[in-house]
């Protein structure tokens, strides 16, 4: 049995924009390390949703995320908010 990649994509929003989230990088294996990595470094929390993660890989980079993922992006900017609060943190 094969050991399944790391995959990753890291998403953009720009609420003063008033457009879509954006796709800013993907990747899988050693590049989707890299991704998660500076996240870290960063304090940029880290959500992990495979179905989500393989559906945002088909996308191009600077590519806006379709309405089909509009509900499952929210979930995550959602989340997102909420570790902040927890942290402390504000963006």
Do not use: C, H
Request: charged share 25%; net charge negative.
């Amino acid at each position: 049995m094969s050991e399944e990649k790391q995959k990753a994509v890291a998403l953009k929003y720009d609420q003063a924009g008033g457009s879509a989230p954006k796709v800013v990088a993907t990747g899988s294996g050693a590049i989707a390390e890299k991704i998660i990595q500076k996240a870290q470094e960063f304090d940029v929390p880290v959500f992990q949703n495979k179905a989500l993660a393989e559906s945002l890989l088909k996308l191009e980079v600077d590519e806006e995320i379709p309405p089909s993922l509009y509900k499952a992006v929210a979930e995550v900017f959602v989340w997102l908010m909420q570790s902040e609060e927890k942290a402390g943190m504000s963006r």
